[in-house]
């Protein structure tokens, strides 16, 4: 499993900013996908997560209505746009594989335990 996360920047609050997830060495069609994060000092944080056909999408509470996850099954690329940016965005953004993108929502950060896979991030700053 390899998976290449790309995109990270250094922007001002109230940006945009678009990552991606190149992955291979395994079937991404049928594999869920998440977003996490982590901050300096700070533990991982759940951000978004796919389902293998694309739908549903699910999102932390921190996130939603700012971020959109999607997928391209067909370039083996998960994709998180990040709107609305905010200097508490600033982290360190992972992609990993995901056996069942749902669980996030109902065990929360104790489903980072059955992750097994992710790159090796990408640095998003966002700062005035």
């Known amino acids: 499993v390899q998976l290449v996360e790309s995109g990270g920047a250094m922007l001002q609050p109230g940006g945009s900013l678009r990552l991606s997830c190149a992955a291979s060495g395994f079937t991404f069609s049928t594999t869920d996908m998440s977003w996490f994060r982590q901050a300096p000092g700070r533990g991982p944080e759940w951000v978004s997560s796919?389902?293998?056909?694309?739908?549903?999408?699910y999102y932390a509470e921190s996130v939603k209505g700012r971020f959109t996850i999607s997928r391209d099954n067909a370039r083996n690329t998960l994709y998180l746009q990040m709107n609305s940016l905010r200097p508490e965005d600033t982290a360190l953004y992972y992609c990993a594989t995901d056996p069942d993108a749902a669980r996030w929502i109902f065990v929360g950060n104790s489903h980072f335990l059955n992750l097994e896979d992710w790159g090796q991030g990408t640095l998003v700053t966002v700062s005035s």
């Open positions: 796919i389902k293998a056909g694309g739908v549903p999408t």
